[in-house]
């Protein structure tokens, strides 16, 4: 008996995330007795010599392998998109092994759910690819809605500085006055750049890393004229206010902007879903039918031509909608 191909595939694929989550795990119990173990020799229970010993046939031998595939995941976070800026900026305490894990967990299930929903086999891929996409557009929601949030509270943050400025207050001061009187997320961010000037570092690139972390317009602004006070001299307190003012009238004009290209945006959105409702709504009445775009090589590149023209579309669209302000 022959076994389909697409079984195969399947159980390959479940095989190899049921091994790069075994991987993690082991990882993960080791790193938790490597904590206990040094626990015992400070309280007394174990000897350090035994520890040194254990560590010989231990972590010799099965650590650095083990590490080698935890650094082997953060390399390609790295050179995929920074994830590690991207868990930065969404305030998110998963790491890159957890991200693979839950990316190729979330694609066998996408597998199941077609198998379960009788789709063509030609789309088990495809719903694989779809939610295993889920944890990474589930931390890009959390990092555009933590920067919608920042760039809402940075006026207030601004004229606060201003107002401790001239009340006689340092910047530094005036930062930490931002930290325990506003809410998250910007109180984080001034909370951390004013520890990392706190611990040595330059004023000036603490919040320039605030800014690699928020990369926002009117920050940069900040930052900007912060760089340029500390070099040149000036009333900081009164650049920062008419910064907070511009800021202010801009989003007035975003809010406009919004209200005017809220149909490009709906007829965008139903111009987008429109063809793959009436796929499936077809599919589901008659799949003998759909099943010519699949089995015939024209109907393959029919499908092929209509994702590529569904990309090119959405483009153009936000492209149109997109205005910059």
């Given at each position: 008996m022959q076994l389909n191909p697409i079984v195969i595939s399947i159980a390959a694929f479940v095989g190899v995330v049921g091994l790069i989550a075994a991987v993690y795990f082991l990882?993960?119990?080791?790193?938790?007795?490597?904590l206990e173990d040094r626990l015992d020799i400070l309280a007394g229970k174990k000897s350090a010599k035994a520890e040194e010993n254990n560590s010989v046939t231990k972590e010799d031998l099965l650590?650095?392998?083990?590490?080698?595939i935890t650094g082997f995941a953060q390399s390609v976070s790295e050179k995929f998109g920074n994830l590690k800026l991207l868990?930065?900026?969404?305030?998110?305490?998963?790491?890159?092994e957890q991200f693979f894990l839950y990316s190729a967990v979330a694609g066998i299930i996408g597998a199941v759910v077609a198998m379960l929903l009788r789709l063509?086999?030609?789309?088990?891929p495809v719903f694989?690819?779809?939610f295993s996409g889920l944890p990474l557009m589930?931390?890009?929601?959390?990092?555009?809605?933590?920067?919608?949030?920042?760039?809402?509270?940075?006026?207030?943050?601004?004229?606060?500085?201003a107002r401790a400025l001239r009340s006689g207050h340092s910047l530094a001061s005036g930062i930490n006055v931002v930290v325990d009187e506003m809410p998250e997320p910007i109180s984080k961010e001034f909370g951390m750049s004013y520890e990392e000037q706190n611990l040595g570092v330059?004023?000036?690139?603490s919040l320039k890393n605030m800014y690699n972390r928020m990369p926002n317009l009117d920050l940069k602004f900040f930052v900007t004229a912060v760089v340029i006070q500390r070099q040149a001299g000036g009333d900081l307190a009164e650049i920062l206010d008419k910064i907070g003012k511009i800021v202010r009238e801009r989003f007035k004009i975003q809010g406009q902007?919004?209200?005017l290209t809220g149909e490009g945006r709906i007829s965008g959105i139903v111009l987008m879903a429109l063809p793959i409702c009436l796929f499936f709504a077809v599919w589901r009445l008659n799949p003998d039918y759909m099943m010519l775009l699949f089995d015939d090589p024209i109907g393959k590149q029919m499908i092929a031509g209509a994702a590529f023209l569904q990309v090119l579309g959405a483009i153009s669209i936000k492209k149109i909608i997109a205005i910059k302000i």
């Open positions: 990882i993960r119990d080791k790193s938790s007795s490597s650590a650095e392998g083990l590490s080698g868990f930065e900026q969404s305030d998110s305490s998963m790491k890159s063509p086999a030609p789309l088990y694989g690819l779809m589930f931390l890009l929601f959390k990092r555009g809605r933590r920067f919608k949030k920042f760039a809402k509270q940075l006026p207030d943050a601004l004229e606060l500085i330059p004023l000036d690139q902007v919004q209200a």
